[in-house]
């Protein structure tokens, strides 16, 4: 199953607040994954983007009820609402690549990987792989059980 479903704009707002009736941006991940909580981190997002929500997504809320409702799987991706869109595993880490400054050499090298739509299909299951084999590892539950 792919995970892209719609296109970004490359382009980032210079201002902070969401236009008129814009929901502000928000990032929906699993906060109990090693590797999702060190790249949420070090992704500088505020620069571009402004005000972002970060979601843990084990615990819960409307945005969490929102991506189950249109039948996204957390297990199987983080989701980036922007601008009224979802993006969902390899789409969001796309739209995030295109999203961060190209400050700090982990921002540069998530850019560069991450900017191809074409890598970002490639890699992400072998992330998706990793955070799994890390929850089994440190005996965490995935998000669905």
Request: aromatic share 6%; proline share 6%; charged share 25%.
């Amino acid at each position: 199953m792919t995970q892209a479903l719609v296109p970004v704009a490359t382009t980032a707002r210079p201002d902070t607040q969401p236009e008129a009736g814009r929901e502000a941006p928000w990032l929906v991940y699993d906060r109990d994954c090693p590797f999702c909580a060190a790249y949420v981190k070090l992704l500088r997002l505020r620069g571009t983007v402004g005000q972002i929500h970060l979601i843990d997504a084990r615990g819960g809320g409307p945005e969490v009820e929102r991506i189950r409702r249109v039948g996204l799987d957390l297990d199987e991706g983080m989701v980036l609402q922007l601008d009224g869109r979802l993006h969902h595993g390899e789409a969001a880490i796309h739209a995030l690549a295109l999203l961060t400054t190209p400050s700090g050499v982990f921002n540069r090298l998530m850019r560069w990987v991450f900017r191809s739509e074409a890598r970002s299909r490639l890699l992400y299951p072998v992330l998706r792989s990793s955070r799994n084999a890390a929850l089994r590892i440190l005996g965490r539950s995935r998000i669905n059980g």
